[in-house]
């Protein structure tokens, strides 16, 4: 807190340059979100969220941090905006993982959404296991299947075998192949 109150000081000072300044920012905000405010209400984070200088709404591990408190206490509608509005400005692949780490509030627009990046990120197995999450949530069993076996033919990812598993007894898929 004390680093964060003398942030301002420093960058009018001009004590430290400008890159050592916003990487010095958004670790300080980073471990303020993710360390002092374990037990703050969902207002109070929001709040601390949008009196941080804007910029850093798009600094990846600070947009992780807030999501992930976001998600803990039950506001995905929040950790959702949060996470699209800095995919929007840039691309991360932690941050399009857990985009598909629990249910969106309009999964149907969501996968739209995330669908709208497979051009830029075709190697991307963490983009194609959130589409495949996102479909399931649609209860788009094949396009799920199609995303997932994308996924894996990428990565092997535990996480893709296991919701390709479920996927497969929702189509009453008994044998691969």
Request: hydrophobic share 40%; net charge negative.
């Amino acid at each position: 807190d004390n680093l964060i109150e003398i942030l301002p000081l420093l960058k009018k000072q001009g004590v430290i340059m400008l890159q050592e300044m916003q990487q010095l920012e958004a670790m300080a905000y980073q471990h303020w979100l993710k360390e002092s405010h374990q037990d703050d209400t969902l207002e109070s984070l929001k709040k601390a969220w949008y009196k941080m200088p804007k910029h850093l709404h798009a600094e990846p591990d600070l947009v992780l941090a807030y999501a992930e408190k976001m998600i803990s206490q039950k506001d995905t509608q929040e950790a959702e905006g949060a996470l699209k509005t800095a995919l929007k400005k840039q691309w991360d692949e932690g941050l399009i993982y857990l985009l598909g780490q629990f249910r969106s509030e309009n999964p149907s627009k969501t996968l739209s959404w995330a669908e709208g990046f497979l051009k830029a990120h075709t190697e991307s197995g963490n983009l194609l296991l959130t589409c495949g999450r996102l479909a399931a949530q649609n209860e788009l069993w094949g396009k799920a299947e199609r995303y997932l076996e994308a996924c894996l033919g990428l990565e092997h990812k535990a996480e893709a075998y296991a919701l390709l598993g479920l996927i497969y007894e929702k189509m009453g898929k008994s044998e691969l192949g």
